[in-house]
T-cell receptor
Framework: AQSVTQPDIHITVSEGASLELRCNYSYGATPYLFWYVQSPGQGLQLLLKYFSGDTLVQGIKGFEAEFKRSQSSFNLRKPSVHWSDAAEYFCAVANILTSGTYKYIFGTGTRLKVLA | NAGVTQTPKFQVLKTGQSMTLQCAQDMNHNSMYWYRQDPGMGLRLIYYSASEGTTDKGEVPNGYNVSRLNKREFSLRLESAAPSQTSVYFC??????????????FGDGTRLSIL
């Protein structure tokens, strides 16, 4: 069965420091991969997505992610974190169902705290 | 452009009461989903609708029913609310294309407490 693991429940970084959030997936075929961000009281907003092509994907708000097939990973990175990046981050994998749509599987999330 | 709109935003129910959570999207998407979000558990799929007129169970469907009223609207009903259904509920939609990785678009959620 497909699964997504985000091993870090909480991460704290200082403003201006670099950030890497880990995501490992279990999926047989080439996966559709996503990173979402959720601010308190809000829904999920798409940061970036990957299906094929260049394994380094650029997203919004200065985020990027690198797909590594050999490690089944899709880690999210940002060179310099801003206080406004404090939020919860979700990694997700999608696969196509026979019913003719996608099924998305989410990790349990990583909550990012940014110190001033 | 409203995207995905959920109503109500907050609701408090007593055990055994019923209610319907409403969701509407204005992006002409064919697929819609209902999730619940609980601390430390990520998002769990309750029901989904691949297209107008179809609905399917997700991983946690017990205690819920859904209706895909038309292409825009997908409602979630709790027939007899239980405290275990206290959660934040999210509706999402996407446009399914065989050769494309389409993301989901989410509403802002309904925060439901059952006493």
């Amino acid at each position: 069965a497909q699964s997504v693991t985000q091993p870090d429940i909480h991460i704290t970084v200082s403003e201006g420091a670099s950030l890497e959030l880990r995501c490992n997936y279990s999926y047989g075929a080439t996966p559709y991969l996503f990173w979402y961000v959720q601010s308190p009281g809000q829904g999920l907003q798409l940061l970036l997505k990957y299906f094929s092509g260049d394994t380094l994907v650029q997203g919004i708000k200065g985020f990027e992610a690198e797909f590594k097939r050999s490690q089944s990973s899709f880690n999210l990175r940002k060179p310099s974190v801003h206080w406004s990046d404090a939020a919860e981050y979700f990694c997700a994998v999608a696969n196509i169902l026979t019913s003719g749509t996608y099924k998305y599987i989410f990790g349990t999330g990583t909550r990012l705290k940014v110190l001033a | 452009n409203a995207g995905v709109t959920q109503t109500p935003k907050f609701q408090v129910l007593k055990t055994g009461q019923s209610m319907t959570l409403q969701c509407a999207q204005d992006m002409n998407h064919n697929s819609m989903y209902w999730y619940r979000q609980d601390p430390g558990m990520g998002l769990r799929l309750i029901y989904y609708s691949a297209s107008e007129g179809t609905t399917d169970k997700g991983e946690v469907p017990n205690g819920y029913n859904v209706s895909r009223l038309n292409k825009r609207e997908f409602s979630l009903r709790l027939e007899s609310a239980a405290p275990s259904q206290t959660s934040v509920y999210f509706c999402a939609s996407t446009e399914f294309r065989v050769r494309g990785n389409q993301p989901q678009h989410f509403g802002d959620g309904t925060r439901l407490s059952i006493l």
